[in-house]
């Protein structure tokens, strides 16, 4: 027997999730009412719908600075979109204000993995095995793989942890975005100064 899917249940799951009301009573038909599934459905699907807009070009946006208030640390980002009309709306600028704060806050040096050099990522695989000689070799490659991927979550502003919700990567909130507008979203560079530094 399938749980009958009310219009609150639809517009409770739409306001958690920022899904729209059909993608949502879609989910929610789909779990057989179970919010937790219609939610992971619903997460799949943005992913899915994130990855097929990547290649669309990204002409529109905004530069937003962020001064800390000790006037000892200043970020300057540049968040690209496809159209004037999403750059304009509130949700969009408060996302790029949010992204000033994580960088002011969490100092990350590039934007995703395919910045990093290569003479950079051949240096901290070298230093992680160096940390660990004497041990089998396909231990080392395990720890050395997850070294790199505490470097990357450090060093890489869509790998780290939102600042505002820790449990999610920057990524997944820009992915969560880019399901929500409709359209391809893309930290175009930053710069992050620090007095003295």
Known sequence: ????????????????????????????????????????????????????????????????SYIHFSGKVGVLIEVNCETDFVARTDEFRSFVKDLCLQIAAANPTYVSRDQVPEAELNAEKEIAAA?????????????????????YSTACLLDQPFVKLPEKSVKEILTEKIAKTGENIQVGRFVRFQLGG
């Open 1 to 64: 027997m399938s749980t009958p899917i009310t219009a609150k249940m639809v517009n409770d799951l739409r306001v958690q999730t920022g899904a729209g009301l059909l993608d949502c009573k879609k989910a929610l038909t789909e779990s057989n009412g179970n919010v937790e599934e219609a939610t992971t459905i619903l997460r799949k699907k943005g992913v899915a719908s994130a990855a097929k807009k990547a290649d669309r070009s990204t002409k529109e946006g905004v530069i937003e």
């Open 131 to 151: 940390q660990v000689q004497g041990k089998p070799p396909a231990a080392v490659q395990k720890i050395v793989e997850g070294k790199l991927e505490k470097f």
